[in-house]
T-cell receptor
Framework: NAGVTQTPKFRVLKTGQSMTLLCAQDMNHEYMYWYRQDPGMGLRLIHYSVGEGTTAKGEVPDGYNVSRLKKQNFLLGLESAAPSQTSVYFC??????????????FGPGTRLTVT | EDKVVQSPLSLVVHEGDTVTLNCSYEVTNFRSLLWYKQEKKAPTFLFMLTSSGIEKKSGRLSSILDKKELFSILNITATQTGDSAVYLCAERDGGATNKLIFGTGTLLAVQP
């Protein structure tokens, strides 16, 4: 089991460029999440998905789009990168939660710098 | 707006010391509280607490929840340099999405 994997691990973009971050999980989890982590801000939820084909906005969704075409993959897109999107991005996944709380499992992160 | 606050922001101790990390929360529909340890990379799960007064324990780490006073503590006894990390507290809301709201974390440095 690889768990949750993220590609790429590092990326440097120029302002205005676009890119897609890929998250994959092999635990058959229904739910997937994208967070960003900035110094002094903790982890903040960008978008999440409760199943294949469904996505929803989190706390800080502006400037990002997501897609969940396959259950095991969750893509995060930046259409026009801005320096404010310089951050470490974490993907996470968990079992479905019909009343039962489950922990989230995190990927190793992607460090993105926008110049 | 739901909120999770951790204290202290950072802490430096010596090996063998005991530390207590604090997490308080203000939420409208509390479901459970989680603790994670984050070293260089991904946060790794430590504990999930749903009931007041029941201590969860794993080796030298333990945690307890007080739902009346809206806080949790994480204790680490006989600290080791390998305990150096950021400790994150998160609240899981009562919805079906399993979303977590994180605090900013406590940076613990254990010196030899």
């Amino acid at each position: 089991n690889a768990g949750v994997t993220q590609t790429p691990k590092f990326r440097v973009l120029k302002t205005g460029q676009s890119m897609t971050l890929l998250c994959a999980q092999d635990m058959n989890h229904e739910y997937m999440y994208w967070y960003r982590q900035d110094p002094g801000m903790g982890l903040r939820l960008i978008h999440y998905s409760v199943g294949e084909g469904t996505t929803a906005k989190g706390e800080v969704p502006d400037g990002y789009n997501v897609s969940r075409l396959k259950k095991q993959n969750f893509l995060l897109g930046l259409e026009s990168a801005a320096p404010s999107q310089t951050s470490v991005y974490f993907c996470a996944s968990s079992y479905a939660s019909a009343g039962t709380p489950y922990e989230q499992y995190f990927g190793p992160g992607t460090r993105l710098t926008v110049t | 707006e739901d909120k999770v606050v951790q204290s202290p922001l950072s802490l430096v101790v010596h090996e063998g010391d005991t530390v207590t990390l604090n997490c308080s929360y203000e939420v409208t529909n509390f479901r459970s509280l989680l603790w994670y340890k984050q070293e260089k990379k991904a946060p790794t799960f430590l504990f999930m607490l749903t009931s007041s007064g029941i201590e969860k324990k794993s080796g030298r780490l333990s945690s307890i929840l007080d739902k009346k006073e809206l806080f949790s503590i994480l204790n680490i006894t006989a600290t080791q340099t390998g305990d150096s990390a950021v400790y994150l507290c998160a609240e899981r809301d009562g919805g079906a999405t399993n979303k977590l709201i994180f605090g900013t974390g406590t940076l613990l440095a254990v010196q030899p």
